[in-house]
């Protein structure tokens, strides 16, 4: 069964808190219904309580193991800024083992930009992972994801690509990345990822069906 998302900002969580509200309108309407229309009626709550138990007990489930996630492994945007560039690389590491994705990390002299592959088995396929341990005033360039964008499946045969970074990007990377389909997390996701515990995939707003065709 697939786990309900988290809301994602104000327009999110504000359709979230409509959905007990206009449950409570039907409901009163089909109670209201039920003195002359019992036979429509009844079954209609019927359906309407299963599938409301349903979705709070899945709701709860998510929740759950989101709160495994953060007892498992986290940490404050505090605590990345602080580390050193290498110890946060190995930081990222930890994040995708947590998620259920095989990393290993690479980063080293002559990488290619891999800082870190890993194989991820709830997609079949495998990660190219550049991380950027930056000021905040230091985005990353357009540059930097090229780099990602030519070595992914060269070099490591790797067609889901991400850069991490605890600063942002420029105009121009954000539209490159766009384009050659390379996923990215700045500081907001950065916080929702590795303090709050959503799952990578739910902060990259990747679904577990996805299919990724071959790499050119």
Do not use: C
Request: charge should be positive; proline fraction near 3%; hydrophobic fraction near 50%.
């Amino acid at each position: 069964m697939t786990l309900p998302r988290r809301p994602r900002g104000a327009s999110g969580w504000a359709a979230w808190a409509l959905l007990p509200l206009a449950l409570i309108w039907l409901l009163r309407l089909l109670w209201s219904a039920s003195i002359t229309y019992w036979y429509l009626a009844l079954p209609a709550l019927a359906v309407i309580a299963f599938g409301a138990d349903r979705y709070w007990r899945s709701l709860w489930a998510a929740e759950l193991e989101r709160r495994q996630r953060v007892t498992s492994y986290s940490l404050t945007f505090d605590e990345m800024r602080d580390m050193h560039w290498r110890d946060f690389e190995i930081a990222i590491v930890h994040l995708m083992r947590r998620d259920g994705i095989a990393a290993e990390h690479t980063g080293k002299a002559g990488d290619f930009s891999g800082d870190v592959i890993g194989y991820d088995p709830a997609l079949g396929e495998r990660w190219m992972v550049q991380v950027k341990h930056y000021n905040p005033n230091n985005k990353v360039k357009s540059d930097d994801v090229q780099k990602v964008a030519g070595a992914a499946w060269h070099i490591y045969e790797a067609r889901l690509k991400l850069v991490v970074t605890t600063s942002g990007y420029t105009r121009d990377a954000l539209a490159f990345s766009a384009k050659a389909q390379i996923h990215l997390i700045d500081k907001a996701a950065l916080i929702r990822w590795a303090t709050d515990g959503v799952h990578l995939h739910d902060v990259l707003g990747i679904a577990a069906d996805t299919h990724y065709g071959a790499a050119s």
